[in-house]
């Protein structure tokens, strides 16, 4: 490869704007590439990023990133980056990093959580895919670097689809064939494709199904239990018709219908010097171990409900499982804040659990029917719907804790 630059001629020029139109056309996975160590923490989103070969010692991958950017030098200097895959629902991360959103540095990473592997160079935590590399070589082609790295880890995430950029906007993967229910099924009750977020599914779904398919007994379920994020992707992208999901975050161009208001409350192990309170507040909590319930929006909402009130909550530990949460709880390992509520006061393995509410109001947060906007709901999900209205009517807050 080289670095020289033809001189510039009306017809280099014109078909530099052809290339570069070109090359708009042609889909890309958006990446965001990060790297730490002596020359300090940096992060930048791109869409060059290339498998080299799978049979060099370790995988080989490029990335480009231009000359101007400045994390260019300091990738280089520190010798290591990771190419963070960004999913369907993380084009917020991406305008972080490309400085769409106004951070400016380290303020970028304030979007996402991250965490470290084998080279210590940043990887987003809920990324599709992430590529942990060594730098092996580099070199100036025209405006970009191209630096080549050498695979140390890689950690994939257990499902999503891939956030793409082309035609100078963001999209997400539409499959070609979409599985259709069988004959007899969609003749007899047609087809319904319901989402739900994760964390309350157990403890509405069942019974909301019940409900619908004693009245519609031909139906053919499609069941997605996702985040939010996946949630609204797929709403968007119409593999999911009508979803049940958190307030937060929907924009103007999904419907949502509140069906139920989820009050915030402490989870401790049975036994705990706090347990014996009818209510406690958020400020006896902060030097507890706090154990996260680190899946969006539960992980800002949670942590927001401390830095509301000027509070800093030690977090022990992370986990993106409901019931992990309810165990390391069990297990004396910390406490803490949940909205959705079990019938049961055990943990998966027989550990007691003690809730108790907050001592002091908070904002609390709505479980909502959404669905796509200016697009008409088909008869099985308005039935749907009807069982969802009626399965929330005249249930008092208490009891609104699915």
Not at 108 to 131: M, N, Q, Y
Not at 151 to 180: C, E, K, M, S, T
Not at 203 to 217: F, N
Request: net charge neutral; with cysteine; glycine share 8%.
């Amino acid at each position: 490869m080289s670095g020289a630059q033809e001189s510039t001629t009306p017809e280099v020029a014109a078909l530099r704007q052809k290339f570069l139109h070109g090359m708009s056309h042609a889909a890309c996975t958006v990446n965001v590439v990060t790297t730490d160590g002596v020359a300090g923490r940096h992060g930048v989103t791109v869409s060059a990023m290339v498998s080299v070969s799978a049979d060099t010692p370790r995988p080989t991958l490029l990335v480009c990133i231009h000359h101007l950017s400045p994390v260019a030098d300091a990738l280089l200097a520190n010798g290591v980056f990771c190419v963070n895959v960004l999913r369907e629902d993380q084009a917020h991360v991406s305008d972080s990093f490309a400085g769409r959103s106004g951070a400016q540095g380290a303020e970028k990473f304030e979007c996402a959580t991250w965490t470290t592997e084998f080279t210590g160079a940043p990887r987003l935590i809920d990324s599709l895919v992430a590529f942990d590399c060594r730098v092996t070589a580099s070199e100036r082609v025209g405006s970009h670097f191209v630096v080549f790295g050498s695979v140390q880890d890689i950690a994939v995430a257990a499902g999503g689809a891939p956030l793409i950029y082309a035609n100078r906007a963001y999209g997400v993967p539409q499959r070609f064939h979409q599985r259709a229910p069988a004959a007899d099924s969609a003749a007899a009750g047609g087809a319904l494709a319901l989402g739900c977020f994760q964390t309350f599914a157990p403890y509405i779904v069942p019974a909301l199904v019940a409900r619908l398919t004693k009245m519609h007994p031909g139906l053919s379920l499609t069941l997605v239990e996702a985040d939010q994020g996946q949630l609204l992707a797929g709403l968007r992208r119409g593999d999911i018709e009508i979803a049940l999901l958190y307030d937060f975050g929907v924009g103007d161009d999904i419907n949502k219908e509140s069906l139920a208001e989820l009050i915030p409350y402490v989870l401790l192990p049975d036994g705990h010097p706090l347990a014996a309170r009818a209510a406690i507040a958020l400020e006896e909590l902060i030097d507890e171990p706090f154990i996260l319930l680190d899946v969006e929006p539960s992980r800002e909402y949670f942590l927001s409900l401390f830095r509301d009130r000027g509070l800093e909550p030690r977090i022990a530990y992370r986990t993106g499982s409901f019931e992990m949460a309810r165990g390391f709880v069990g297990h004396g390992l910390g406490f803490s804040l949940l909205a959705t509520k079990p019938a049961n006061n055990m943990s998966y393995d027989g550990r007691a659990l003690v809730a108790r509410p907050l001592a002091a109001a908070v904002a609390n947060s709505r479980l909502v029917l959404a669905n796509r906007a200016n697009r008409p709901m088909s008869a099985n999900a308005r039935a749907f719907a009807g069982h969802c209205r009626a399965f929330f009517h005249g249930v008092t807050h208490a009891h609104q804790n699915p």
